[in-house]
């Protein structure tokens, strides 16, 4: 059901058929704004996760990401934080629009 839905929701938002759904990312601690790739995904597939309140929720991938990399579950300003293990990992160097690949070229490491 949750699947019709947001296919339903991706055809209205980007104007063609989701191509595939897949449960290929993992969030990790509840405060994430990222999520990890535990397969390569391609630009144009919908990743499902669970969210804090145990309610699935659907991410449109907006580029080619690798396996193990992150995946943005939110827009992160420049400046924000980005959080794993429900923990800062880094800075956003730049907006980091959901769905994007989040990774060295997009995060300034706060570790010194």
Known sequence: MICDFISTLYTYLYGYAKKQINVCILRIHERDNVAVVIEPISKGELCIYTDAQGMEQGVAVRECIPVYH??????????????????????????????????????WNTKR
């Not at 827009?75 to 956003?92: C, D, F, L, S």
């Open 70 to 107: 992150k995946l943005a579950l939110s827009r992160i300003q420049k400046g924000e934080p980005v959080v794993k293990y429900g923990e800062w990992i880094g800075i956003a160097a730049c907006d980091i629009e959901q769905g994007m690949h989040v990774h060295v070229h997009n995060v």
